[in-house]
């Protein structure tokens, strides 16, 4: 069975700190995996996808892919008090284009 | 557009009873899919369509059913409600001939068996 592993947290950092949220997966055949932010009472909305690996980086948001070692993380610099969310990552196989969502991690960014 | 809409927001049902959510989706996406999440948890997918008359069991199906006879409709039944359905429906869609299999998440219904 495929899964998506989270840590639920919390995760708590200081304003302006680097937040650093990690995710592995079991699947050695995913090929796409997506960041989805998660603000409370509200629909998930994605805010990184990544299909390579290495780095990818979009203003304070940087997604990492290691697919040897099957682990993805999501790095917020400057984090704000509204980066305050539940972020979730999922995964999907190729030709599947169904994804596995992980259970979500926590994030709490205090003034 | 109006992306994934979805009614109703909140709906309390009592046990044995049945109900239909509707979701739909303007974007012509042939994937759609239904998701459950409870508190402090992930999403669960219940049943998924990859286009206008194909429907397919997702992770925890049982107690739902769906249908799809148009790209843009794909309505969840619940028939004989329980407590354990007590939870927050999101519906998605997502095209990924586009290149990029991200979803789009409609709003969600709150439902609430008693």
């Known amino acids: 069975q495929k899964e998506v592993e989270q840590n639920s947290g919390p995760l708590s950092v200081p304003e302006g700190a680097i937040a650093s949220l990690n995710c592995t997966y079991s699947?050695?055949?995913?090929?796409?995996f997506f960041w989805y932010r998660q603000y409370s009472g509200k629909s998930p909305e994605l805010i990184m996808f990544?299909?390579?690996?290495g780095d990818k980086e979009d203003g304070r948001f940087t997604a990492q892919l290691n697919k040897a070692s099957q682990y993805v993380s999501l790095l917020i610099r400057d984090s704000q008090p509204s980066d305050s969310a539940t972020y979730l990552c999922?995964?999907?196989?190729?030709?599947?284009?169904?994804?596995?969502f992980g259970r979500g991690t926590s994030l709490i960014v205090h003034p | 557009n109006a992306g994934v809409t979805q009614t109703p927001k909140f709906r309390i049902l009592k046990i044995g009873q049945s109900m239909t959510l509707q979701c739909a989706q303007d974007?012509?996406?042939?994937?759609m899919y239904w998701y459950r999440q409870d508190p402090g948890m992930g999403l669960k997918l219940i049943y998924y369509?990859?286009?206008?008359?194909?429907?397919d069991k997702g992770e925890v199906p049982n107690g739902y059913n769906v249908s799809r006879s148009t790209t843009e409709d794909f309505p969840l039944r619940l028939e004989l409600a329980a407590p354990s359905q007590t939870s927050v429906y999101f519906c998605?869609?997502?095209?990924?001939?586009?290149?990029?299999?991200?979803?789009?998440f409609g709003p969600g219904t709150r439902l609430t068996v008693l």
């Open positions: 998605a869609s997502s095209y990924p001939a586009d290149g990029r299999d991200e979803q789009f």
């Open positions: 699947d050695r055949g995913s090929q796409s």
């Open positions: 990544i299909y390579s690996n």
């Open positions: 999922a995964a999907t196989s190729g030709g599947s284009y169904i994804p596995t």
């Open positions: 974007m012509n996406h042939n994937y």
């Open positions: 369509s990859v286009g206008a008359g194909i429907t």
